[in-house]
């Protein structure tokens, strides 16, 4: 047995009691082959028996089970919410899914074979060794344009896309821009509009051609969907408005990081301000070989918050 | 005005409905050429809107076929295309304009947005070309262009009614469908809905089918007639000829009720 770092733990026995991974291996080959299917079909859309989980929806339950369908006694698992490992979310369902399984778990995303997340992919390039499985609050992109799912069905079919275009023409018709920051519409393959789930536009570039396994579960609405290794993801735009991602101004206070996604944060009680690295594995790699930024001894402050 | 060796436009050949036991329409036979405007008349029930949409390709009826002669690939069956190939069809060569507009608008997207969507639907994909666009169109169906990003929930029911139709108009179709598109609106806003109707139709060369239970509308708009009752054509033929000197008791009804208040 090995330690995976600083906030990791080492592999162990499952807790006495439930099957592995929680869900029953009839449950868990139901959900692999809607996985099956997904891959097969990238950016399609695959419904699933899900099963209920003894935490509510909207904590990731989707997640979950696509992750308790492909774990295995060997993974690594690191679990991250809006970049950060030690979010109440995060800590709760690792600790679910570490409880029983008893693999191993990091906060290192070079150590993980398999990452569970919300709202963030690393900003280190992930690897074909590696699965990345998205939580989805709600995996319809076409839904926000046209609510009658029969009806977004036989768009899909047809490929039948002209809305996803008039909500960017609104976008820019009310901002002067594509004012879309998150859950930004890609078309995957050359085929399917997906819902990147809500991550930052700033990710969307990530996807594309990806050499990990992508595997995305939304509960509530039991779908699962996949970008298979090194597959096109182009997000949609205009000619004469391209796809832009986030940028700042500022670079990250501690590590200096100048391409990264930054948060802003609160390290006083006088209003004072940084912005830090939202992945905050990242910023810690970037310090642990030896790059600061303008305040780097400020690390503990934005722990505490 | 038609070339008499010219194929139709459109050609129903025994077009039947029923919904379960209730009759919809009975065994039609149409035929309408390019530019030509036709009207559909009959009292509420006669199977008119039923007929309407068995035409346009969004009620495939029980028995009966629509041929529509496309721009490049001859005279289809439009029940026989895939529905990819049907719905392309839709949004580039027809136009459909609804009795409620409702139905044929998003309440929710612009005006600038409910004209564009046709374009982007197939391919357009600059914002400033598509904006240009529909403020052009905007302005011809006489809507403020500086209206453009308000809501059509926010226009009047004559104003929506021309918004529906440069939402159908954008793409340049050649054949426009429409079921009682002046009903619901006041007599003076009917008359310049009209005037701007007949004007599009004869600038554009447009072929138009249109359902009406006013005959006022068709006389002003259509260049022939065909007259429903109880799901079946009754009689047929040039406007001014059917309404002017009816040969059908039904048709006389009609015109005798409505033209001679
Ligand atoms: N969706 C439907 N379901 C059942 N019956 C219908 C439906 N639509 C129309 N009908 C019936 O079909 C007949 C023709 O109706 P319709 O085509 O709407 O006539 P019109 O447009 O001339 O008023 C009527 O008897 C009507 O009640
Ligand atoms: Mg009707
Ligand atoms: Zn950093």
Redesign the interface.
């Known amino acids: 047995m090995t330690m995976r770092g600083m906030d990791g733990s080492t592999a162990g026995a499952p807790l006495e009691g439930y099957n592995f991974a929680y869900l029953d291996e009839q449950t868990k080959r139901m959900i692999r082959r809607a996985i099956l299917k997904a891959v097969a079909i990238p950016g399609h859309q695959v419904p699933f028996g899900g099963r209920e989980m003894p935490l509510p929806y909207g904590w990731g339950t989707g997640g979950i089970q696509v992750t308790a369908s492909v774990i295995g006694p060997d993974d690594v698992l690191k679990v991250i919410d809006q970049g950060s490992d030690d979010t109440t979310n995060a800590v709760n369902i690792r600790r679910f899914l570490a409880r029983t399984t008893g693999v191993a778990t990091t906060g290192r995303t070079a150590e993980a074979t398999l990452i569970q997340t919300r709202h963030r992919i690393p900003e280190r390039p992930l690897r074909e060794d590696q699965i990345l499985v998205y939580q989805v609050p709600i995996p319809e992109p076409l839904r926000f344009?046209e609510p009658r799912e029969p009806e977004t069905r036989?768009m899909h079919?047809?490929?039948?896309?002209?809305?996803m275009?008039?909500k960017l023409?609104?976008d820019?018709?009310?901002c002067g821009r594509i004012s879309t920051a998150y859950n930004y519409p890609v078309l995957v393959n050359g085929r399917y509009v997906m819902a990147p789930s809500p991550i930052p536009k700033f990710d969307n570039p990530k996807m594309d051609r990806m050499p990990a396994l992508q595997l995305f579960g939304a509960g509530r609405e039991k779908r699962i969907y996949a970008v298979p290794p090194h597959t096109e993801v182009k997000s949609l735009?205009?000619?004469?408005?391209p796809f832009e991602v986030q940028r700042w101004d500022a670079c990250c206070a501690l590590c200096g990081a100048g391409d990264s996604f930054l948060d802003e944060v609160v390290v006083d009680d006088r209003g004072g301000r940084m912005f830090v690295c939202s992945d905050s594995d990242h910023c810690r790699e970037r310090r642990d070989a030896g790059h600061r930024g303008p305040e780097p001894e400020a690390v503990g402050q934005v722990q505490e918050i | 005005m038609t070339n008499e060796t010219e194929q139709p436009l459109l050609r129903a050949v025994g077009v039947s409905h029923w919904y379960g036991g209730t009759l919809g329409c009975r065994d039609v036979d149409l035929d309408l050429h390019a530019g030509e405007v036709l009207g559909i008349v009959g009292e509420s029930g006669s199977g008119k809107s039923t007929l309407l949409a068995c035409l346009s390709a969004r009620l495939r009826p029980a028995a009966g076929r629509v041929l529509y002669r496309t721009r490049h690939q001859g005279t289809v069956d439009i029940y026989g295309l895939g529905?990819?190939e049907r719905?392309l069809l839709m949004?580039t060569d027809w136009g459909i304009v609804h009795q409620n507009p409702r139905d044929g608008l998003?309440l929710a997207?612009?005006a600038?947005?409910n004209v564009?969507?046709?374009l982007?639907?197939?391919g357009a994909?600059?914002?400033?070309r598509?904006?240009e666009t529909a403020r052009a169109w905007l302005e011809r169906v006489e809507i403020d262009a500086g209206r453009?990003?308000d809501r059509p929930d926010t226009f009047s029911g004559g104003m929506q009614q021309r918004l529906q139709i440069a939402r159908n108009l954008v793409t340049q179709p050649r054949l426009v469908f429409m079921d009682e598109p002046t009903g619901g609106l006041d007599v003076s806003v009917q008359a310049r809905l009209l005037d701007l109707l007949r004007g599009l139709v004869a600038d554009l060369g447009l072929a138009a089918v249109v359902v009406t239970h006013d005959l006022a509308v068709t006389r002003l708009l259509a260049h022939r007639l065909l007259v429903m009752r109880r799901g079946e054509v009754v009689e047929s033929g040039l406007t001014d000829q059917v309404l002017d000197d009816p040969q059908h008791p039904y048709t006389q009804l009609l015109v005798s009720s409505v033209l001679q208040p």
């Open positions: 344009m036989r079919a047809l490929a039948d896309y002209g809305v275009h008039v023409y609104e820019i018709a009310r735009d205009f000619e004469d408005h | 529905e990819a719905r949004r998003r997207v612009s600038g947005g564009g969507e046709r982007m639907a197939v994909r600059h914002y400033g598509i904006r453009i990003d």
